[in-house]
């Protein structure tokens, strides 16, 4: 079975500092896929990140970057330098590729809310 | 430059009334799928359309159902809503491959949702 961990429901960061999203995953597919999306108050699902599993560095874009620590199933995000616009509902999500290569449904977290403060 | 569309933005029915909820897209993607999201929940996938081809969630309530008539649309039909049923319901999209093989970097694009009530 598949299954993403977010333990933080809450946080708060001042504006311009950086903030680490935690996200712990489970999955005993061979090939997978992690995903970070954010989620403002409007409710659109905007993708931000994605990392593979065999991706050797670490994903990054722009302001976004993902602390991928395979060994200990962690898919962390990082927001460098908060703006007022990041406060938002935060999900890590999952896809896995069993050994036949059939992909399995994209699995999300109960999600993180970030709220920036000027 | 919305391109995937949800209306309306918040629907309003009554107990066992039926409702419908629509999306499109103007990405031409060929997979679209519908994420039931209560308060504080993760998006729970209910099914998705693979072109024409019907994938239904074996957790989906029959009480689901949906209709794609072509690749720009697709409805998610509540034939008796309950109480429970209130959510956000999300629309998504994304494009997979000639063979059908989806890879684990495939894209979701998300509409903004619909908030359903149920009175």
């Known amino acids: 079975a598949q299954k993403i961990t977010q333990t933080q429901p809450g946080m708060f960061v001042q504006e311009k500092e950086a903030v680490t999203l935690d996200c712990t995953y489970d999955?005993?597919?061979?090939?997978?896929?992690l995903f970070w999306y954010k989620q403002p108050s409007s409710g659109e699902m905007i993708f931000l990140i994605y990392?593979?599993?065999?991706?050797?560095q670490n994903a990054t874009e722009g302001r976004y970057s993902l602390n991928f620590q395979k060994a200990r199933k962690s898919a962390n995000l990082v927001i460098s330098a908060s703006q007022l616009g990041d406060s938002a509902m935060y999900f890590c999500?999952?896809?896995?590729?069993?050994?036949?290569?059939?992909?399995?449904?994209?699995?999300f977290g109960t999600g993180t809310l970030l709220a920036v403060q000027p | 430059d919305a391109m995937v569309i949800q209306n309306p933005r918040y629907q309003v029915t009554q107990f066992g009334k039926p409702v419908t909820l629509s999306c499109s897209q103007t990405?031409?993607?060929?997979?679209m799928y519908w994420y039931q999201q209560k308060s504080s929940q993760a998006p729970k996938l209910l099914f998705h359309?693979?072109?024409?081809?019907?994938?239904n969630e074996a957790d989906t309530p029959d009480n689901f159902q949906s209709r794609r008539p072509n690749t720009s649309f697709c409805f998610l039909d509540i034939r008796s809503p309950g109480l429970g049923d209130a959510a956000m319901y999300l629309c998504?999209?994304?494009?997979?491959?000639?063979?059908?093989?989806?890879?684990?970097?495939?894209?979701?694009?998300f509409g903004s949702g619909t908030q359903l009530s149920v009175l």
């Open positions: 998504a999209t994304s494009s997979a491959s000639l063979f059908r093989v989806k890879a684990t970097n495939e894209k979701l694009f």
């Open positions: 999955t005993s597919d061979p090939s997978y896929g």
């Open positions: 990392q593979g599993s065999y991706d050797q």
């Open positions: 999500a999952m896809r896995g590729m069993n050994y036949g290569g059939a992909t399995n449904k994209l699995i």
């Open positions: 990405l031409n993607h060929n997979v």
């Open positions: 359309y693979y072109d024409k081809d019907f994938n």
